[in-house]
């Protein structure tokens, strides 16, 4: 569920980070870099979908740009290169991903 167009768990994680306890802080840092069983986080997962608005509000919330799933090494980028998304890739640019990053084969983004 949406509310402005931003989903209702990205509020709660907003709303969290305003907060000075740094207990809920660290919660907020643990769901927004959680990954799944081959190591990708939210910020992969918003980048393979191409949406560039919450790639935006992740990387506002302080998900980790250049973080590496399990699997091939790929970083949020490899996977916003790998399905085209301009947008993707200058919100992700703009929070200073690293294009030489290189995944298990030796390839960049």
Same mark, same amino acid.
């Given at each position: +569920?949406? $509310?402005? %167009?931003?989903?209702? #768990?990205? /509020?709660?994680? &907003? +709303?969290?980070?305003?907060?000075?306890?740094? /207990?809920?802080?660290?919660?907020?840092?643990? $769901?927004? =870099?959680?990954? =799944?069983?081959?190591?990708?986080?939210?910020? +992969?997962?918003?980048?393979? /979908? %191409?949406?560039?608005?919450? $790639?935006?509000?992740?990387?506002?919330?302080?998900?980790?740009? =250049?973080?590496?799933? *399990?699997?091939?090494?790929? #970083?949020?980028? +490899?996977?916003?290169? *790998?399905?085209?998304?301009?947008?993707? &890739?200058? $919100?992700?640019?703009?929070?200073?991903?690293?294009? =030489?990053? *290189?995944?298990? !084969? %030796? #390839? !960049?983004?």
């Amino acid at each position: +569920h949406q $509310v402005d %167009g931003v989903p209702r #768990s990205l /509020r709660l994680v &907003f +709303h969290v980070r305003g907060i000075r306890n740094e /207990r809920a802080r660290d919660a907020v840092d643990l $769901v927004l =870099n959680a990954t =799944n069983s081959v190591g990708e986080t939210p910020l +992969h997962l918003a980048s393979i /979908r %191409g949406r560039s608005e919450c $790639v935006r509000l992740l990387l506002q919330g302080g998900a980790t740009v =250049n973080a590496q799933d *399990r699997d091939k090494r790929w #970083s949020p980028l +490899h996977c916003c290169a *790998r399905e085209g998304s301009l947008e993707t &890739f200058r $919100v992700l640019m703009e929070y200073r991903a690293d294009p =030489n990053l *290189r995944d298990l !084969t %030796g #390839s !960049t983004s």
